[in-house]
């Protein structure tokens, strides 16, 4: 290996143990202070460049989220080394299947590199689509309001790209089902 190859390298895997680190360490602090919570936010607000994203899926094709655009949209970052993460989407692909017919999108951004992501891809085959941020990807979550730089991360959008909910740590039943609910009444009320 090249001297800046050995380098880079270095720092990808010193980068993945930061997040690593963060995220055991708000998991920690979360589960004392109460657990985690769903992060309420107004409907005015949105993320940041949000339909300019563009990311690479296992397969290798750009995925654009602009085509996600006028759909109610759960993004959830996660990655293969997450223990909370792998629990949790098998919870994601049935949410999924089971409300695909109602518009209901989910994406899945994994916070890791392709091949690690395919394998796992292999053993767990996930009904709705995958993406591939890399490392990058926990610097995006931090700027759609992951404070804690921690995964799983999770994040509602209504149909019009609004911020609904928020979510740091694992997803559950309870969430899913209060997140639909709220989908339900906008589209009620709207």
Same mark, same amino acid.
């Given at each position: 290996?090249?001297?800046?190859? $050995? ?12 997040? +690593? ?17 769903? /992060? ?8 940041? *460049?949000?339909?300019?994203?563009? /990311?690479?899926?296992?397969? &290798? ?12 949209? +759960? ?23 089971? *409300? %695909?017919?109602? &518009?209901? %999108?989910?994406?899945g951004l994994a916070v ?5 992501? *395919? ?8 009904? /709705? ?20 730089? &921690?995964?799983? /991360?999770?994040? +509602? ?7 609904? %909910?928020?979510?740091?740590?694992? +997803? ?16 009620? $009320?709207?």
């Amino acid at each position: 290996m090249k001297p800046d190859e $050995t380098k880079r390298n270095a720092l990808i895997l010193a980068t993945a143990f930061a997040a +690593l680190g963060t995220g055991i360490a708000a998991y920690w602090w979360h589960s004392k202070n109460g657990g985690y919570s769903n /992060f309420q936010t107004s409907e005015s607000d949105t993320l940041p *460049n949000l339909w300019d994203q563009v /990311f690479v899926t296992p397969a &290798g094709s750009d995925l654009k989220l602009a085509s996600f655009r006028k759909t109610p949209l +759960l993004i959830n970052f996660w990655a293969t080394w997450c223990p909370p993460c792998v629990e949790e989407l098998p919870l994601l692909d049935r949410f999924f299947v089971e *409300n %695909q017919s109602n &518009g209901i %999108q989910i994406l899945g951004l994994a916070v890791d590199k392709a091949e690690a992501v *395919n394998s796992f891809l292999r053993k767990t085959p996930l009904s /709705f689509p995958i993406a591939i941020t890399g490392a990058s990807g926990i610097t995006l979550s931090k700027s759609w309001g992951n404070l804690s730089a &921690g995964l799983p /991360f999770s994040i +509602l959008l209504d149909a019009n790209g609004h911020i609904m %909910q928020r979510k740091m740590g694992k +997803l559950n039943s309870s969430d899913l089902t209060t997140w639909l609910a709220a989908l339900t009444s906008q589209k009620l $009320t709207s």
